[in-house]
């Protein structure tokens, strides 16, 4: 006697019940990878900043310590920063030693929440003669050529802007090039002290903004600190920082993008008070 089973199959409300699971599941996936997708957007994002960070000040600094670098001349140079405007000196056969005089500014010390600004000067000899922007000194204007000290000099002014593609990046002007250069990406501030030595004991004194150094032969070393920031919008919603840069230096953003501040200290190795 054949004996025939009842088949039984998922009922509607089992489906149901399975397919809401299902969703869920799938939500909970989503969200999981969505959340892994942005933590590791953020970390590739703060790696980059750090990068720029690293190149700004280290390009910065390779300028900034040799300032007033004066090779085998033994009268120290009386323009150890860019004060006053730069002129250019002749030095042979047809050359100078800057090639585009328009491209500098002076040492500035930006309003609250502005940008510093900071030019230095040493001299060129055949060991030594490139600017920021990677440029050589002719050599018929290194210490040793037919040129005077002035037209041996070499000058280097860095400053902060935001390029034709609304990126803020340092800008370095050589004086060895037409042009100025960008040397780093998203350093949206740059902020500057100075390490003054009142007592000629080759010992900070105290370290103060550009406006407030009396005697720039009495600078020793030089505070940096850069404000980086992404280069793309990385956070969900705007949100309200405040950085503080050095001298008690806030300033405040309101936007998607990630931000951190670097800091560096420069002994000046060619000044001895």
């Known amino acids: 006697m054949n004996i025939k089973q009842q088949q039984k199959g998922f009922s509607l409300v089992e489906m ?7 969703i869920l599941l799938l939500l909970a996936t989503s969200v999981v990878y969505l959340s892994s ?27 900034i310590e040799h300032t007033g670098y004066t090779s085998t001349n033994s009268v120290p140079l009386d323009d150890r920063f860019i004060t006053k405007s730069v002129v250019a000196a002749n030095c042979g056969g047809g050359k ?8 500098f500014g002076v040492v500035s010390n930006g309003v609250s ?10 001299v060129g000899d055949s060991s030594f003669n ?20 002035d037209a041996s000099k070499i000058y280097n002014y860095f400053s902060v802007a935001t390029n034709t593609a609304g990126v803020p990046v340092l800008n370095c002007a050589g004086s060895n090039n037409l042009t100025t250069v ?12 100075y390490g003054v030595d009142n ?49 008690n230096q806030i300033i405040t ?3 998607r993008y990630q931000r951190a501040v670097f800091t560096s200290t420069v002994r000046l190795r060619n000044v001895q008070l």
Not at 182 to 193: F, M, T
Request: hydrophobic share 35%; with cysteine.
């Open 130 to 149: 490139r600017d920021c922007t990677g440029k050589q000194l002719p050599t018929a204007c290194q210490v040793g050529g037919v040129g005077t000290v």
């Open 253 to 255: 953003t309101n936007d």
């Open 37 to 63: 997708q942005r933590s590791s957007s953020n970390r590739t994002q703060y790696a980059s900043m750090e990068d720029n960070a690293r190149s700004a000040l280290e390009i910065m600094t390779r300028a």
């Open 182 to 193: 960008e040397v780093a990406e998203g350093v949206e501030n740059l902020q500057v002290l």
């Open 16 to 22: 149901m019940i399975s397919m809401v699971l299902g």
């Open 199 to 247: 007592n000629q004991d080759n010992r900070v004194d105290q370290y103060v903004n550009a406006d407030k150094v009396s005697s720039w032969n009495h600078v020793i070393s030089v505070q940096l600190a850069v404000l980086i920031r992404s280069l793309r919008k990385v956070k969900n919603k705007a949100e309200v920082k405040k950085y503080k840069l050095l001298d």
């Open 113 to 122: 929440g502005a940008t510093d600004s900071i030019g230095v000067v040493y």
């Open 96 to 103: 100078k030693n800057v090639l585009k005089t328009s491209l």
